[in-house]
C-alpha cells in the first residue's frame, strides 16, 4: 500500500527522521563516526539501488556536476556531524526543533545569491523563530534537568546553515536523478570522515555497531528511497507541512524515551519557531534529506 501513496511515503519518511536521534544516542558514538558510518552503509546502498535500476548509465554527470555533488556533500556530512553531536549537549527536541530554522536561512541564500527578494513577511518570520531559539536557549533543560549547553544550540544552528548550504546546491543540480546525487554526497562523506576514525572510532560492541546499521539501511537508504520517490508527486504545500511530523516525532521520543520536560517558555519558543519556519514563501526546492 505505501509502494502506491506518496502521502504515506512521505509521512513514513518524516516520522523516520523523527527517531534518528534516538538511533545516534543509542549508538553510544561519537558524532563524526555516526556521520561515517551513515554515510558508507548509506551510500552503498544507494549506489546499489542506483545501479539496478540502470541509473548510473550512461554515466553523464559533468565535470562541473560532480564538484558540486562534492560539495553538497561536505555540507551534509558536515550538518549531520553537527546535529548529532548538538543531542548530547542539549537534547533531541531541542536540537531538532533550532535545525528547524534552516528553512529560513535558506531564504537568505536565496537573496544574497540568486537575487530572490525578501519580502517583509519573510523578515518578521526570522525574527519570530530566532526569538523562539531565544526562549529555549533560556529555558530548555536536558534529561539530567540541567539547563541545556549554549553550545549544543550553537552547534544546532551550524547544522541548520551548512544544510541550507546543502539545499541550495542541490538547486544547482535539479537535471540530476536525486539518488545519484545522494550517493555521490554520500561516498564524499565516506572519504572525508574516514581519518575522524583515529580519533573518533566505530563502538566495538555488537550492540552500537547494530544501532549505526540500522540508521545507515532504514534512516538512510531506505528514507531517502521513500522521499525520493514521493516528494514529486505531493503538493508543496502538503510536502511542508508533513515535514512537521520529523520534529513533532522528535520531541514525542525524547519526552517519552529520555524523560525530557520542555517548560512552558520552551514550549513557545519551540512553537514560534515551527510556525514562523512553516512553508516560507519563495524558497529554493529543498533537499529532501535534511537528516
Known sequence: MTKNNPLLQWTAAMALSGTIGAVVLESGADAPAVAFARSLVGGLLLLVWSAARGWLRPWTVTRRDLLLAILGGLFLVGNWVLLFASYALSSISVSTVVYHTQPLMLVGLAAAFLGEKMVKSQLIRALIAFGGVTLISLSAHGADGEPVRLAGIALALGAAALYAGASFVAKQLKHLRPHVLA??????????????????????DTSGLLWLVLLGTVHTALMYVLMYASIGKLPTATVALLSYVYPVVAVVVDVLAYGHRPTWLEGVGMLAVLVAALAPKRVPAPLPARV
Open 183 to 204: 550517493a555521490i554526497q554520500l561516498v564524499t562523506g565516506t572519504i572525508v570522515l574516514a581519518p575522524a576514525l583515529l580519533v573518533t572510532p566505530l563502538p566495538t
